[in-house]
């Protein structure tokens, strides 16, 4: 019988890119873990897409269709996190697992948890809490701008918990509505806040989607007071816009260059000899779920979600990130991230992150919050 | 003929009355003056002045061409937006040819470079206003709904016209070399690139207007909207008329596209829709139809937005929807309406 | 007779469009059961007393009584419940809607049942007799069933009267009533205001350029020139008036009485 | 009896009767006549969105006012029943106590946006919707706490509608007789009930009243009618009847986020299904639903299809790949108006004349 | 008889299903008022319409000047030289009377003498030069409508219904500009309901009914003819009303 394996996820409307990207990761995934076989212990791995069109409701009904009339063993995805959201409980109403990649938000592996939900993903803590340990130094000052909604409030929160352990000080807290388009003001307010600090000064900017305010604040000039930007990975597509930015430091889930393991080696090459284009953010979010997959079955012996949930509790599991573990409590996987600088080369499209330092997972302190 | 004759009686009107008249004209400086009373800082104050006209000046570009489609010829264009980001993408691909003019200090080269730039995008976006208005709009002009609806259709199927050619990704391009940065007044900085919108902006209105109060077209436009028929019979070639604007409305909108794109640096093919509801609120605001009204409402936009946005970011979020309340209050059909609304 | 109080009056009414006085305070009143001729060159002021009368426009200054009420400050709607009633001068109609549909909804108004919402409409057959009824009068019946924009233009013309004659309030005001009516039709229309007239609870304000009209039905007229009401009495020694026939008919005062 | 029940509003065409009857039977026997997950849930979301766009139509249709905040309404009804089970247990209590609360917020909001600007002209009055109804997303973005923000609510409902519950052990026609079935039904009588009574509302004195509005105000108001209230009104019962359409939503769905009520995009679709169908005729709302709904959700597969058959042609086959499905969408938006400028009833009624 | 400027001939019309004109044969000679008669409905309106080309003749010939102009656009027809006052008088409210008249002078800038000519016979114009068209009075649009009309010479204008709404004065007034127009060369085809009027300019005559002319002739001979006024309009027309 056939391994059937569904990828739920947004592959029309405003993240596209980021879905053709996961979608290539996972199939990927399968075909490095099955050694291009596509076949665990003799049964033939089927994957069947879904598109969620970024709605909660469809995503809800593709996924339900996925379980109850494709009786699918297990699915992946979503892009949106609102999507997913919606989807967590439709796992648990019909048993099976959902691998939540690369949706982002904490509460899925918060307080909108159950049991048959785990996430290879990193979760936005983690990527706040990657950033405060790269940026937070005995006297240093810092600013954070993000968007005013949950996603930015709770994504500064993290990070400025995390920044407390390390002698840095946050100053000022700024949120701009997410349609803002100038951010004079808001920049305004910051350099008022940071001009007179003493020592280094940040401004740590959380924003995802559009408004690209970093350019928009670097044309103030913001060297005039001292104060430096920061931000954390992005796709390549947006690093273009980092080109402009020399210098600058932040954190990254994922850069192609930076891990250096059999994994990655073997993803950087394939993509390019295929697809001509170095893998992206999500090309290795897509691929480690995959990995995490066979890797889950091969150690289950099964398909039943039972087993499943049994055997990739507290798993660790090659990916082109390094290793990752499925952290018993959470089910939320546990992966290094890596504090970058910006270095400009006139023959690359984007700002190139070179590696500072690597974050292990011991680095970072990810709170469980699903209890 | 004479206590007989037809002559009505004109009484003076009172001075309050014709102070409220001209009030309009008067409410930019006095916002940019409340804003110095509210905010103090000189310096912090003309920062936010200078980048809010800008600010205000780009979106006068991108309405503009609204203003022309929606305000005269009465069509709701949500296809407009498009436009817009069909201009910046197609500005952006000559950018990038020319990348070596961009990347050059010389001021000249960088206009030269974005002149280009621009007239490309409005040529092809007028050529597609052409052929939006053949096959989508000719069909329902004077029934607002289905105009929303089949320009909204337009507005989808342009979006994935874009990701078919240019792929899904977003664009980033920096903007040229003699544009990047701020000019530095003590504590005060004003960004070049919004002086050359401030430029473009105010060349572009007075255009209008010439062209508005000296020519005829105006007029016609107007007319034809309420009477189509009657401006035929009187032997103006209407349908050809609508066509021309509309096209410009389109090229105009392309302007606007390669303004906003060149201030974002990165654009999408949503980024057009996005900015839609601001761009129609401009345009209410102003008077169905008037481009003076339309160039007071979008500075007043911009300055609003970035006075409270300093002052007191939260209700940044909702100054442009107040803004547009109480100019409705206060003037039901806005600041300067010349058609009457439907 | 003993004089009664009038029904309707207005004291000092005047509207101003920026500075143009349109209306330049006109007092005036009308009894019970009278038909009074308005009478003036194009843009004297007669629609527009008309809507300073019926609300749709405020005036500026003075005020307008109903059976001894104030009325100045009420809305349109408000004024049609007290009893006031016009038709208009340029065709005003629901056009999308049929003929029967736009007397049945004048009925319906009349008899308030506008915010019933739980009844089937059709099943009021009071209402649709009386706008039958109201179409037979002024011979419109046979087209009950048109659509109105497609009416012809000297039918228009009717069915603004039929309106106006559905709603029978107190005191009826119409706007040149046979202006674009063929000559055949015209002697119905007027037929029809004798009628109304004949009814002595009724008030009516007709503003019409046919001489000849005004001669068989009215019982006194007033005039209007540049918004001031400069005449006012009996028809045949206000139609004598110089100011009337210069200003008016366009003749030289040497000519009295010869338009007939 | 039955155009009694029908507020004396047949169809007026043969082939119109017959499709309504079609559309009626499928979506009483769904379950049965197309089991699976994805039927029932397309099934169901017809249904609510009958009764969404005929709300919808209940304002533009006859009273002839554009609204961009009906999906506002939409979202405080869903919302209502959403935080209610989510605050106070998955009680009938709560889904009652939420759906009356979320009803009467709609028609306290439709009463203030009615009567502060009902006054200003249509255009204007559009415009301000449009404004309102994106504060208000925002608005619901931002008190997160309350509302879940941008990730939404997810709740439980009573158990008696969930799959969990099993009526009867076996399948029956294979058909799994359990709280979703029963959930279905309560969508399905809700609605059609819902839509009876606002085809009795069209059909009264007061609906004849708003056709009358629409067609010419100042006249209306000449006549002895309160334009605003008429207008107000109008506005009120369209948002109750949204409000209450979004709350068989957030039963049916068990989730509820500004992505499925509140987005312009949905607002964008009920236009479309209001002016596909035919507008000022409710029944014009059953064939817009119905069609759109199904085109929506089964476009990707046909288009899937269709790509496979023309991979050979490189362009066309990138035009036809289901990514590009909104692609087609938009192009039908266009279609649809043209051919069916009156809408598909009027259409059908015309071809009988 | 003078040459024939328009004709019309077995001209159907069709709205919609409906058939409105059913062979209209008229003939307009050039230099004269040729005057149409009918009761409500006859089709009057439709026959201007059909002209202009603001409905299209399904079948028949419409002839201008020896040309065939059945199937030409409107504007095409207004720049052969005819003028049309519609019935609704197709004001442009939202302009101002000073831009109505400018937008009827499709040939340039409006000549002085003409204007000052116009202002003469209808005062208001001159008056409410600067005003929106919209604040007219009924009887001040009706003379703009007629104004616009005969802003530039024209060879032929097609009148709708023209003194509806106006005081005995301004009838006066219109009917001497008509007679002026008549000396200089301009044809007129006048629909009217106000026969003192028509017949006081009126050359010719037609009567329509039921989307057909059912007679056509002088009209001083049906002036005289209160027989044949009973026969085509059920009643007899005073001459002076
Ligand atoms: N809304 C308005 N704004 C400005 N001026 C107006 C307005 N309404 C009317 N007027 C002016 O008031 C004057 C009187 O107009 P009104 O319509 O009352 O005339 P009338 O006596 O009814 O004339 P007619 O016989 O031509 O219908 C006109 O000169 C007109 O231009
Ligand atoms: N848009 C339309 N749709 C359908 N029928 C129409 C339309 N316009 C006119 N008709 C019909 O055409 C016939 C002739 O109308 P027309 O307006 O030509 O009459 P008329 O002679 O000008 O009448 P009047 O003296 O009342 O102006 C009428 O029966 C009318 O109902
Ligand atoms: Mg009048
Ligand atoms: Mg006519």
């Not at chain 2, 000046?57 to 069509?75: E, N, P, R, Y």
């Not at chain 3, 300073?52 to 104030?70: D, K, M, P, R, Y």
């Not at chain 4, 247990?89 to 939420?98: D, E, I, K, R």
């Not at chain 5, 004001?91 to 008249?101: C, Q």
Request: aromatic share 8%; hydrophobic share 50%; net charge negative.
């Amino acid at each position: 019988e056939d391994i059937k394996i569904a990828h739920v996820y947004g592959k029309t409307g405003p993240f596209e890119a980021y879905a053709k990207q996961s979608h290539t990761g996972l199939m990927m995934g399968l075909e490095f873990a099955t050694d291009g076989t596509m076949e665990i212990d003799g049964r033939k791995i089927v994957v069947i897409e879904k598109d969620t069109q970024l709605k909660p409701d469809i995503g809800k009904a593709v996924l339900a269709e996925a379980y109850g009339d494709d009786e699918v063993d297990l699915a992946v995805g979503p892009v949106s996190s609102g999507v997913a959201l919606a989807m967590l409980p439709v796992a648990e109403e019909y048993e099976k697992l959902l691998i939540v990649e690369p949706a982002v938000a904490d509460s899925i592996t918060g307080e909108n948890w159950n049991r048959y939900v785990f996430r290879t993903s990193r979760n936005s803590s983690q990527d706040a809490i990657a950033n405060a340990v790269a940026l937070g130094q005995e006297g240093v000052s810092v600013a954070t701008l993000a968007q005013d909604y949950a996603f930015g409030r709770d994504g500064v929160a993290a990070f400025k918990e995390a920044l407390e352990g390390t002698g840095a000080n946050l100053v000022f807290e700024e949120y701009a509505p997410t349609d803002t388009k100038d951010f004079t003001a808001n920049a305004q307010r910051v350099f008022d806040a940071l001009k007179d600090e003493p020592g280094r000064k940040f401004l740590f900017v959380i924003w995802a989607g559009g408004g690209n305010p970093i350019s928009k604040i670097k044309a103030m000039e913001p060297e005039r007071f001292g104060v430096e930007i920061a931000t954390g990975g992005n796709i390549l597509a947006a690093m273009k816009a980092y080109k402009e930015l020399p210098g600058m430091e932040g954190a990254t889930y994922y850069y192609y260059e930076i891990p250096k393991n059999p994994v990655n080696d073997w993803l950087v090459a394939e993509h390019q000899k295929r697809f001509d284009t170095p893998p992206d953010f999500f090309t290795a979010g897509g691929m480690s779920a995959g990995i995490a997959i066979v890797e889950g079955i091969r150690k289950a012996g099964s398909t039943d979600t039972e087993d499943l949930i049994t055997a990739m509790e507290g798993m660790e599991f090659d990916t082109p990130k390094g290793k990752m573990m499925f952290r018993a409590e959470d089910h939320q996987a546990l992966q290094p991230m890596y504090h970058f600088k910006i270095k400009v080369d006139p023959e690359v499209e984007w700002g190139i992150p070179e590696l500072v330092r690597e974050l292990k997972i011991e680095d970072m302190d990810i709170p469980v919050r699903n209890q | 003929m004479s206590d007989t004759s037809i002559k009505p009686r004109i009484e003076k009107v009172p001075l309050s009355e014709q102070f409220f008249q001209k009030l309009p004209v008067m409410l930019v400086p006095l916002l940019a003056l409340a804003g110095l009373l509210a905010i103090g800082n000189p310096a912090s104050w003309l920062t936010l002045t200078v980048a809010g006209l800008a600010m205000g000046m780009m979106i006068f570009i991108m309405a503009s061409g609204l203003t022309v489609v929606f305000g005269l010829m009465d069509v709701i264009n949500f296809g407009h937006g498009a436009f817009v980001a069909i201009g910046a993408f197609v500005g952006f691909t000559v950018l990038a040819w020319l990348a070596g003019w961009t990347e050059s200090p010389s001021v000249l080269l960088n206009l030269f470079a974005v002149l280009i730039a621009i007239l490309a995008a409005m040529l092809v976006t007028g050529l597609l206003g052409y052929a939006f208005e053949r096959v989508i709009v000719m069909p329902v002009y004077g029934e607002h709904l289905k105009q929303i609806l089949v320009t909204m259709g337009g507005l989808i199927v342009a979006q994935q016209m874009i990701y078919v050619v240019w792929g899904p990704d977003e664009l980033h391009i920096s903007r040229p070399e003699a544009f990047q940065g701020s000019l530095i007044f003590g504590e005060a900085a004003i960004e070049k690139y919004r002086l050359v919108a401030v430029g473009i902006g105010l060349a572009l209105f007075l255009a209008m207007r010439h062209i508005l109060q000296n020519t005829k077209v105006g007029l016609l436009v107007r007319a034809g909207v309420e009477n189509g028929e009657m401006v035929e019979a009187l032997g103006y070639r209407i349908r050809r008329l609508f066509l021309v604007v509309f096209m410009t409305g389109s090229a105009l909108a392309g302007l606007g596209g390669v303004m906003w794109g060149l201030y974002q640096e990165t654009i999408t093919a949503h980024m057009g829709s996005e900015i839609m509801v601001l761009v129609f609120i401009v345009v209410i605001i102003g008077g169905l139809g008037s481009v003076e009204g339309c160039f007071i409402g979008a500075l007043m936009v911009g300055l609003l937005a970035n006075y409270t946005a300093f002052l007191a970011p939260k209700v940044a979020l909702i100054s442009t929807i107040a803004l547009m309340v109480v100019i409705l209050m206060w003037r039901p059909q806005g600041l300067y309406p010349v058609v009457k609304a439907k | 007779m003993t004089k009664e109080r009038p029904i309707l009056e207005t004291r000092d009414l005047a509207i101003r469009f920026g500075g143009h006085v349109a209306v330049d305070h006109v007092s005036c009143s009308f009894d019970r059961g009278t038909l009074t001729a308005i009478v003036g060159p194009n843009g004297a002021g007669k629609t527009t007393y008309f809507n300073l009368i019926s609300g749709q426009l405020a005036a500026t200054s003075g005020s307008v009584w109903l059976n001894g009420e104030t009325i100045t400050r009420l809305s349109v709607p408000e004024r049609t419940d007290r009893g006031i009633g016009r038709a208009f001068q340029l065709t005003n109609l629901f056009p999308t809607l049929s003929v029967r549909e736009n007397v049945r909804l004048v009925a319906q108004a009349k008899a308030r049942k506008g915010f019933d919402l739980f009844s089937i409409a059709e099943s009021h057959i009071e209402l649709l007799e009386r706008a039958d009824h109201v179409l037979s009068e002024v011979r419109l019946i046979d087209q009950a069933d048109q659509i109105v924009s497609a009416l012809p233009h000297g039918d228009q013309r009717k069915l603004e009267v039929a309106l106006l004659i559905a709603l029978g309030p107190q005191v009826l005001m119409f706007d040149e009533p046979t202006a674009g009516m063929s000559v055949d039709e015209v002697p119905v229309i007027l037929e029809l205001i004798q009628k109304l007239k004949a009814d002595m609870d009724r008030t009516i304000l007709l503003v019409e350029h046919k001489m000849d009209v005004i001669r068989t039905l009215a019982d006194r007229i007033i005039v209007l020139h540049n918004g001031a009401l400069v005449a006012d009495g009996e028809p045949a020694e206000v139609i004598a008036l110089p100011i009337v026939q210069e200003a008016y008919l366009g003749k030289a005062p040497a000519e009295p009485g010869e338009a007939a | 009896m039955l155009t009694k029940l029908l507020s004396g509003d047949t169809p007026r065409s043969r082939l119109l009767t017959v499709i309504l009857l079609v559309v009626l039977v499928c979506l009483a026997f769904a379950p049965f006549l197309f089991p699976g997950t994805k039927s029932l849930e397309t099934a169901a979301r017809i249904c609510i969105f009958i009764v969404l766009v005929a709300s919808y139509d209940l304002l533009l249709g006859y009273a002839g006012i554009v609204s961009f905040a009906h999906t506002m309404f939409f979202g405080i009804g869903a919302y209502g029943t959403a935080l209610a089970l989510s605050a106070t247990g998955p009680s009938y209590f709560s889904l009652a106590w939420g759906t009356l609360a979320g009803a009467v917020l709609a028609a306290v909001f439709a009463l203030a946006i009615g009567l502060f600007s009902l006054r200003v002209k249509a255009i204007f009055f559009a415009m301000v919707t449009l404004a309102v109804a994106s504060a208000f997303a925002v608005l619901v973005s931002q008190m997160s706490w309350l509302t879940g923000g941008e990730d939404g609510l997810n709740y439980k409902i009573p158990r008696e509608l969930t799959p969990a519950f099993k009526l009867v052990k076996e399948k029956v026609l294979d058909v799994r007789i359990n709280g979703k079935l029963l959930a279905y039904y309560l969508v399905f009588f809700a609605s059609a009930f819902l839509f009876l009574v606002m085809l009795r509302i069209v059909n009264s004195p007061f609906g004849r009243t708003l056709k009358a509005v629409r067609d010419n105000a100042f006249r209306a108001e000449a006549i002895g009618y309160r334009v605003v209230w008429y207008r107000t009104t109008a506005t009120v019962l369209s948002a109750v009847m949204a409000a209450l359409a979004g709350s068989l939503l957030a039963v049916w769905l068990r989730y509820t986020g500004p992505a499925t009520t509140l987005s312009m995009e949905i607002m964008i679709d009920i236009l479309l299904m209001v002016v596909i169908g035919g507008m000022g005729t409710l029944y014009g709302a059953v064939l817009g639903a119905t069609l759109f709904i199904l085109a929506q959700t089964y476009l990707q597969n046909l288009m899937g299809i269709a790509s496979e058959a023309t991979s050979a042609v490189p362009f066309f086959s990138t035009l036809v790949a289901p990514e590009r499905w909104l692609l087609w969408l938009g192009v039908l938006f266009i279609l649809s108006v043209y051919f069916f400028p009156s809408g598909i009833v009027g259409r059908l009624r015309a071809g009988r004349a | 008889m003078s040459d024939i400027l328009l004709s019309l001939s077995g001209v159907h019309t069709h709205i919609g299903p409906y058939h409105i004109l059913q062979g209209v044969d008229l003939l307009v000679p050039e230099g004269g008022v040729t005057v149409l008669l009918g009761r409500n409905g006859a089709g009057k309106t439709t026959t201007l319409r059909t002209i202009m080309g603001l409905w299209t003749a399904s079948r028949g010939d419409i002839r201008f000047e020896d040309q065939v102009i059945t199937k030409f656009a409107t504007p095409e027809i207004s720049r052969r030289g005819i003028a049309f006052v519609p019935e609704d008088m197709g004001i442009f409210t939202d302009l101002t009377v000073s831009e109505n008249m400018m937008l009827a002078a499709s040939n340039g800038p409006i000549d002085e003498k003409r204007l000052s000519w116009i202002t003469d016979l209808f005062p208001p114009i001159g008056t409410f030069w600067k005003s929106s068209a919209g604040t007219l009075s009924g009887g001040q649009k009706q003379m703009l409508s007629v104004a616009r009309a005969i802003i530039e010479p024209r060879r032929l204008i097609l009148i709708d219904e023209p003194t509806k709404g106006l005081a005995p004065a301004i009838i006066k007034s219109m009917t001497d500009a008509l007679k002026e127009l008549k000396e200089t060369d301009t044809t007129i085809l006048l629909v009217e309901q106000n026969f003192a009027m028509a017949s006081s300019i009126g050359d010719t005559v037609a009567v329509m009914d039921d989307g057909r002319i059912i007679h056509a002739g002088n009209m001083q001979e049906l002036v005289e003819d209160t027989a044949l006024q009973e026969k085509l309009m059920g009643l007899t027309l005073e001459v002076h009303q």
